[in-house]
């Protein structure tokens, strides 16, 4: 990681794309923003309660089986094309690009994502450490319309019960935040942050500024001590911001 601004009380840390974990399984083409299976380094274990970020391509027609997860709160956010999702709750859907799925694990849930379709499909897996264990297990799905993401940050998921929560897509059983945004051209947006909190940038594709700092596909920003966040300069950009506790 390259430390781009140190100061007494705030850090921006580069995460290029190319020093994250990296698993080839033919049928599975992923990149590990953290230690994640087969990945360990104890220098990366996640950033505040955001424990796993996986840029994962799914071959066409090939999924995951059937397998259990506890204690998380898993959010998938589609890039391109679609998943089909199976679990031990009874939901059987399909997600499509533009659509995010929150799962609450709680419990412990049982679910399989298979691409049924003919073309890679591409999708971040999301893991939030929640605010309580034995949660009861939770599902919801929902779209995001391209226009709503548009030269802005909408958010996409907000803590359950937080004065926010509303406005957001999703609600979470975690203490965390997320925004997305599509940026070309001309188009910007500037963020607050709390500077007690962690923030995190995650850039899924394109290019883009973010205070300062250029960004290539893949690429990441740890933040702490921040109070805002200034993005401009996209090409065909895709973002996701984080607020998390620190």
Known sequence: MDILTKGSTTMITLRPSLARGHAQHGWLDSFHSFSFADYFDPAHMGWGNLRVLNDDRIAAHTGFGMHGHRDMEIVTYLLAGELQHQDSMGNGETIHTGEVQRMTA?????????????????????????????????????????????????????????????????????????????????????????????????????????????????????????????????????????????
Do not use: C, M
């Open 106 to 246: 709680g419990t412990g849930v049982r679910h399989s994502e298979f691409n049924h379709s003919g073309a890679q499909t591409h999708l971040l897996q999301i893991w939030l450490l929640p605010t309580a264990r034995d949660l009861p297990p939770g599902y919801d799905q929902q779209v995001i319309a391209a226009a709503d993401k548009r030269g802005r940050l909408h958010p996409v998921a907000a803590p359950i019960g937080s004065a926010d929560a509303a406005q957001a897509t999703l609600q979470l059983h975690a203490d965390a935040r997320l925004w997305a945004g599509l940026f070309d051209g001309d188009e910007s947006a500037t963020l607050a942050l709390d500077p007690a909190r962690k923030g995190y940038v995650h850039l899924a594709r394109g290019r883009l500024t973010v205070n300062g700092q250029r960004l290539e596909a893949g690429d990441a920003l740890l933040l702490a001590g921040e109070t805002g966040l200034e993005i401009r300069a996209g090409e065909d950009a895709e973002v996701l911001v984080f607020d998390l506790a620190a």
